[in-house]
């Protein structure tokens, strides 16, 4: 994305609780550095796979030209589950996706001024009998990123959208794409980032900013050019994937065991260079992680919240093993650890390390707030896979 002569002035009367966050913590390493688990193995554990038994296979869904999800959904997850290719290459002929992003549409100025979408609140004090869970886990402060973000790093970015309540933003991350290995497109996110699930209908204006304030010359006040905040483009998403059930669903619960989703993106200037190569890197999604080797994790984004102020990339180094929800036992239960991220950060990756390699495991999906204490995500298990396959060998 080639320079503007337009500067902008961080917003000064939003960031002033979050420095002295940002002044007293340790500068966050480099994810490379970060991620301190090594796991070995791959394939579900026990308790995950009796979880994963009974569920299926979320479907690629396109968004009409009013926004409102198709009508060709499954009757049930289990007619899902014996889906073939011709069913998901109907149900996406049925659902076009339209999203139609003139250049230059996100200023720096509008980019600046979204808000982050809410992290969907759940409380373990006010679950449902039905939810199993451990007790939460202790908060993990959300830590600044140190500049400049690094190309393992800058995979993590913020994805614009406008949605009903106006200009926001989400956090997503750049993964690895097995049918096109070194020229990924492909950005994971929340799919409450990308739909409204039941009664709503898809997100629109939908962009991926890579390694977004990657020089930190958005922060405190700073003077900066649209180059600098967006040092790898602008990325507009041509397809769009969230599970059937999301489509069905609503509210905090069992459809938050399947709060993921995920875009193809295109260079907004017209490059034919892919999102992988601009960045530098991607990191591969670990489906069916067994969840004994998950004895940590780090969940990185970009929260707008009070007492952040959306311009930095923030994690939690959460170094002891996640704690299970689950809604629904018929489907895989969701990870929790301690953090203290707010709205904006979710769809953020969850990352360990897999053979030496940082891999994304979850998305920031649902927490509790006023004070942000704790943060869940849902596990990609076989359901999940399915539909990153499709997704990956399907690119229209």
């Given at each position: 994305m080639p320079p503007t002569t337009t500067a902008r002035t961080g917003?000064?009367?939003?960031?002033?609780?979050?420095?002295?966050?940002?002044?007293?913590?340790?500068?966050?390493?480099?994810?490379?550095?970060?991620?301190?688990?090594?796991?070995?193995?791959?394939?579900?554990?026990?308790?995950?796979?009796?979880?994963?038994?009974?569920?299926?296979?979320?479907?690629?869904?396109?968004?009409?030209?009013?926004?409102?999800?198709?009508?060709?959904?499954?009757?049930?997850?289990?007619?899902?589950?014996?889906?073939?290719?011709?069913?998901?290459?109907?149900f996406v002929g049925d659902n076009a996706f339209v999203n139609e992003v003139a250049q230059g549409f996100w200023s720096i100025a509008k980019m600046e001024n979204a808000k982050g979408r809410a992290t969907p609140e759940y409380s373990h004090k006010t679950a449902g009998s039905t939810v199993e869970r451990d007790a939460p886990p202790a908060a993990v402060p959300a830590r600044p990123q140190a500049h400049p973000y690094s190309p393992a790093t800058a995979v993590v970015g913020k994805i614009?959208?406008?949605?009903?309540?106006?200009?926001?933003?989400?956090?997503?991350?750049?993964?690895?794409?097995?049918?096109?290995?070194?020229?990924?497109n492909l950005v994971y996110t929340a799919a409450h980032c990308l739909h409204d699930g039941k009664g709503g209908g898809w997100l629109k204006d939908i962009v991926f900013v890579p390694g977004y304030n990657r020089d930190g010359q958005a922060s405190r006040g700073k003077q900066y050019t649209e180059q600098q905040v967006s040092p790898y483009g602008r990325w507009t998403a041509v397809k769009a994937l969230v599970p059937p059930t999301w489509v069905k669903e609503s509210g905090v619960g069992p459809n938050s065991q399947f709060d993921y989703g995920i875009i193809r993106v295109r260079n907004e200037n017209g490059s034919g260079k892919s999102l992988e190569e601009t960045v530098g890197s991607s990191v591969p999604v670990w489906f069916n992680a067994p969840r004994e080797?998950?004895?940590?994790?780090?969940?990185?984004?970009?929260?707008?919240?009070?007492?952040?102020?959306?311009?930095?990339?923030?994690?939690c180094d959460s170094a002891i093993r996640p704690a299970r929800l689950s809604f629904d036992p018929a489907r895989p239960p969701m990870y929790v650890i301690g953090c203290t991220m707010t709205g904006g950060s979710s769809g953020g990756g969850w990352f360990i390390t897999k053979d030496g390699k940082?891999?994304?495991?979850?998305?920031?999906?649902?927490?509790?707030?006023?004070?942000?204490?704790?943060?869940?995500?849902?596990?990609?298990?076989?359901?999940?896979?399915?539909?990153?396959?499709?997704?990956?060998?399907?690119?229209?």
């Open positions: 917003r000064s009367t939003r960031t002033t609780t979050a420095r002295t966050g940002r002044s007293t913590a340790t500068a966050g390493a480099a994810v490379l550095a970060v991620l301190a688990l090594t796991a070995t193995a791959c394939g579900p554990d026990t308790a995950d796979s009796t979880d994963t038994a009974a569920t299926t296979a979320p479907a690629t869904l396109a968004a009409s030209a009013s926004g409102r999800p198709g009508a060709r959904l499954p009757g049930s997850l289990q007619d899902l589950a014996d889906w073939k290719l011709d069913d998901w290459a109907r614009f959208m406008t949605a009903p309540e106006g200009d926001s933003m989400c956090s997503g991350t750049l993964v690895s794409d097995p049918a096109n290995p070194g020229r990924s080797q998950i004895t940590s994790a780090f969940s990185y984004g970009y929260p707008a919240e009070r007492p952040f102020d959306g311009m930095e990339l923030n994690h940082p891999n994304l495991i979850s998305v920031n999906s649902i927490g509790n707030r006023n004070p942000s204490e704790y943060m869940a995500g849902p596990s990609l298990q076989e359901q999940a896979k399915q539909a990153f396959d499709y997704f990956s060998k399907n690119p229209k």
